[in-house]
């Protein structure tokens, strides 16, 4: 058996440093496998093997199209993790901003709230959070790409509301965009998906990702 850990090429991409920090920080702790592209490598994983996912998106292609025998969220390892050095954020009010990727998967949502909790952080809940959230940053106002639904035929297809993704101008997502915005509070907003985090930024808020506040990346 092995445990394989996919690190997201957009997550390395928009948070090299800390998906840096985690890489190393998983491999010696728990002897995780730190793999490339989950569409290059689903293939590789065995009826043995664990998954474990930081991206919602590698998580749907590891559940619908490899043999895995389980696939199972970062956040979900970490906030069980008792030698890990949680830094202290001292009460900051931070909006927590749930993503419609994971919209039915509690036990990730609970283990990002948790985790958030260790850090000391008092989260700001949204109307529209856990099983009720439709956002997706700007990744649902446009057609997205045909190996989504390939590689994730259920969650990107089956799954999809009516109408949901739906070809928008540039001018109408940062609209849409700032009126999520509006009603948000406070300076912060945290996100665990990286399309969530730049729709938040087009929106005129902060975003700030989770693993970099576990990693003390971003203060």
């Known amino acids: 058996m092995a445990i394989v850990y996919f690190p997201s090429c957009k997550f390395k991409a928009g948070y090299p440093e800390t998906s840096k920090k985690l890489a190393e920080y998983i491999n010696n702790r728990y002897g995780m496998i730190i793999t490339g592209c989950c ?94 959230t439709r956002f997706c940053g700007t990744s649902v106002l446009q057609i997205p790409p045909a190996y989504y639904g390939e590689f994730a035929p259920k969650r990107f297809g089956k799954d999809v509301p009516n109408d949901f993704f739906q070809p928008y101008t540039d001018e109408d997502k940062i609209e849409r965009m700032r009126s999520h915005c509006a009603d948000i509070t406070t300076e912060r907003v945290a996100c665990y998906c990286v399309a969530c985090a730049n729709g938040i930024n087009l929106g005129g808020k902060q975003s700030v990702h989770v693993m970099e506040l576990l990693f003390s990346t971003t203060k």
């Open 39 to 132: 569409r290059g490598n689903l293939e590789l994983l065995t009826e043995k093997d664990i998954a474990v996912c930081v991206c919602n998106t590698c998580s749907a292609f590891c559940d619908e199209s490899s043999k895995a025998r389980e696939v199972v969220s970062i956040w979900e390892i970490l906030v069980k993790d008792e030698q890990f050095p949680f830094p202290d954020y001292k009460g900051e009010e931070i909006t927590l901003q749930d993503c419609w990727r994971a919209y039915d998967k509690r036990s990730e949502q609970d283990a990002i709230h948790g985790l958030m909790r260790k850090m000391n952080i008092r989260v700001i809940e949204l109307a529209e959070n856990y099983e009720k």
